[in-house]
């Protein structure tokens, strides 16, 4: 268990719509981190948050959107979605910047109809 | 643009031999290196790191070689138990862009055979 939860674990929706994933992070860990892993290939990173403020973007939609709340949970938003954007989600966490390891939740497996 | 290459899909290997998972990768501001365990419906589990000025780092059973020259990893997994059989991914990190979000490997799916 790296501490480190997401909710829900599996979600399944249909095009067009919007939901929000959630992550709790480590207890102390002030970055959280969202990557996207899509069938058959490696983990995409999409954006990080670092004490509630966005410190880097990946290959993230402007669909997409997250945030990261005073008591540093972190929320995903995917809206309008579309087929491709079934995916596992993760959400990793470390305390600083720099040389960290990052750990990671279960994921969130999002299948879009 | 995969900037980090595993280019072997799966491995496997007889328990108690040695497992050798390597990982090339193309960003020379990559300085921070790391190897992820994965097994299935569960996230990625931390195994080891390294730092651009070592060459090696050990943890018990598991060595991580880096050749900055070849720009090449391996990880190193000797003996190799049963429980050791997942998907292993490599990633890299370059913290002085200001920012240390990783960029993985494919992947490659350990199989150790009792």
């Known amino acids: 268990d790296s501490g480190v939860t997401q909710t829900p674990k599996h979600l399944i929706t249909a095009t067009g719509q919007r939901v929000t994933l959630r992550c709790s992070p480590r207890s102390g860990d002030l970055s959280v981190y969202w990557y996207q892993q899509s069938l058959d290939q490696g983990l995409q990173f999409l954006i990080q948050y670092y004490n509630g403020e966005e410190r880097a973007k990946g290959n993230i939609l402007e669909r997409f959107s997250a945030q990261q709340f005073p008591d540093l949970h972190s929320e995903l938003n995917l809206s309008s979605l579309e087929l491709g954007d079934s995916a596992l989600y993760f959400c990793?966490?470390?305390?600083?910047?720099?040389?960290?390891?990052?750990?990671f939740g279960p994921g969130t497996r999002l299948t879009v109809l | 643009d995969q900037q980090v290459k595993q280019n072997s899909p799966s491995l496997s290997v007889q328990e108690g031999r040695i497992s050798i998972l390597n990982c090339d990768y193309t960003?020379?501001?990559?300085?921070?290196f790391l190897w992820y365990k994965k097994y299935p419906a569960e996230g990625p589990t931390f195994l080891i790191s390294i730092s651009s000025i070592k060459d090696k780092n050990e943890d018990g059973r598991f060595t991580v070689f880096l050749n900055k020259s070849a720009k090449h990893l391996s990880l190193h997994i000797v003996p190799s138990q049963p429980g050791d059989s997942a998907v292993y991914f490599c990633a890299a990190s370059a913290s002085q862009t200001g920012a240390n979000n990783l960029f993985f490997g494919t992947g490659t799916r350990l199989t150790v055979i009792p």
């Open positions: 960003n020379s501001m990559f300085d921070y």
């Open positions: 990793a966490s470390s305390f600083r910047q720099g040389y960290n390891e990052q750990f």
